[in-house]
């Protein structure tokens, strides 16, 4: 219907397409993936000499990006800038999110030190994003920088970066960085979150470290932190091993203690 009607007013006589109507076309037609479409409309601006905007730009970049494309949107970030568009808040998104998508992390962090650098402030998914991206990487100085970011910019208040680094190094398997986190913290008279205790014991189970799990879990104890939930988490990390007499001893424990099982 969008295309439609667009093909329609190229008809009348009085009215010549603009750069917003353009960029309404290409961003229907991205929402749509029909990809080979947004090249034909992208063709027709530079032969309608037709200025493109930072949005439509972006539009592209977006459009690249979701097409796992990354060659094509770095080109049109690229082209971008060459055209005397600075990019802004979003296009730098766009450009990020479809470098952590296919883990093209260095240009990913390139790209966001150069944000970085104009002071813009981003959504929280997106510092979330990038952070575990590098953690996957193992890139530690660069989760520390995010964090140090994200607090400066009062992006999250500081104990929330700290769970968010926590989580990162967890779902990325870096435990030893888990933990050298929590001893940071507790050099400087910080504490976690219950939840972020909770992250710790799932990303130990997930590694195999029970034993350094169950110690979490004791502290958790004397500190009334203990829940159905964590006593899942347990049980989960000595299926994964295949010892169901321990996971069975931990859900009757849980019984015992008046946990309601999950």
């Known amino acids: 219907m969008g295309l439609r009607v667009f093909n329609w007013l190229k008809l009348k006589d009085e009215y010549s397409h603009t750069m917003r109507t353009y960029n309404t076309m290409l961003h229907i037609a991205r929402e749509a993936k029909e990809f080979p479409f947004v090249k034909k409309l992208v ?28 060659s094509e949107a770095l080109l049109a970030f690229e ?5 005397g568009c600075e990019p802004d808040a979003v296009s730098y998104g766009a450009i990020i999110c479809s470098l ?28 979330k994003m990038v952070m575990n991206c590098m953690a996957r990487s193992g890139d530690i100085a660069a989760v520390s920088l995010l964090g140090n970011d994200m607090i ?10 700290h769970g968010c680094m926590l989580k990162s ?15 940071e913290l507790k050099s400087k008279d910080l504490d976690l979150e219950p939840e972020n205790y909770e992250t710790l014991v799932r990303g130990l189970c997930k590694a195999g470290r029970i034993t350094d799990a169950l110690e979490i879990v004791d502290i958790m104890k004397r500190r009334d932190m203990v829940d159905g939930r964590v006593h899942g988490i347990i049980i989960n990390g000595y299926l994964g091993r295949n010892d169901v007499d321990r996971a069975l001893e931990v859900f009757q424990c849980m019984k015992e203690s008046g946990c309601v099982p999950t």
């Not at 905007?53 to 796992?68: C, E, F, L, P, S």
């Not at 400066?152 to 970066?161: A, D, H, Y």
């Not at 190094?169 to 001893?183: K, M, N, P, T, W």
Request: hydrophobic share 35%; proline share 1%.
């Open 43 to 70: 063709e027709e601006m530079d032969e309608c000499g037709i200025q493109k905007d930072v949005n439509t730009w972006t539009i592209i970049i977006n459009h690249y990006g979701k097409a796992r494309k990354i």
């Open 100 to 127: 952590c998508s296919t883990i093209n992390r260095d240009i990913a962090m390139q790209s966001y030190n150069d944000m970085a650098r104009n002071d813009m402030v981003q959504d929280v998914r997106l510092y």
């Open 152 to 161: 400066r910019l009062s992006v999250m208040p500081e104990k929330c970066v």
């Open 169 to 183: 190094f967890c779902i990325s398997g870096s435990i030893e960085e888990a933990l050298e986190l929590i001893r």
């Open 79 to 83: 082209n971008m800038k060459r055209c």
